[in-house]
Nanobody
Framework: QVQLVESGGGLVQAGESLRLSCAAS????????MGWYRQAPGKQRELIAL???????NYADSVKGRFTISRDNAKNTVYLQMNSLKPEDTAVYYC????????????WGQGTQVTVSS
């Protein structure tokens, strides 16, 4: 099992920045990738950033150039630096971890609210 705890959400104005953190614990040695998803009211949960064990990253077009995913292996923590925030970034942000071996498994954090006012 893997436990994920997000922090860092809040209320900011458009153009400001926030950094989300996701602290992982448990059986994390075999995790293949960690990512951030978000879900706005009335919308499906969407993947916005992903980081693999080789530190390669993927971003949704909607956040590319504004958001940066990174991690600190010593702290078992993944970060999402969000710059130039827009009102449409308002959502609950979830941390996610996936493992492919011996079987596909994924884990979720409880979510943290990010609200961007115009």
């Amino acid at each position: 099992q893997v436990q994920l705890v997000e922090s860092g959400g809040g209320l900011v104005q458009a153009g400001e920045s926030l950094r989300l953190s996701c602290a992982a614990s448990g059986s994390i040695s075999s995790i293949n990738a960690m990512g951030w998803y978000r879900q706005a009211p009335g919308k499906q949960r969407e993947l916005i950033a992903l980081i693999w064990t080789d530190d390669s990253t993927n971003y949704a077009d909607s956040v590319k150039g504004r958001f940066t995913i990174s991690r600190d292996n010593a702290k078992n923590t993944v970060y999402l630096q969000m710059n130039s925030l827009k009102p449409e970034d308002t959502a609950v942000y979830y941390c996610n971890a996936v493992r492919y071996n011996p079987a596909y498994e994924q884990y979720w954090g409880q979510g943290t609210q990010v609200t961007v006012s115009s």
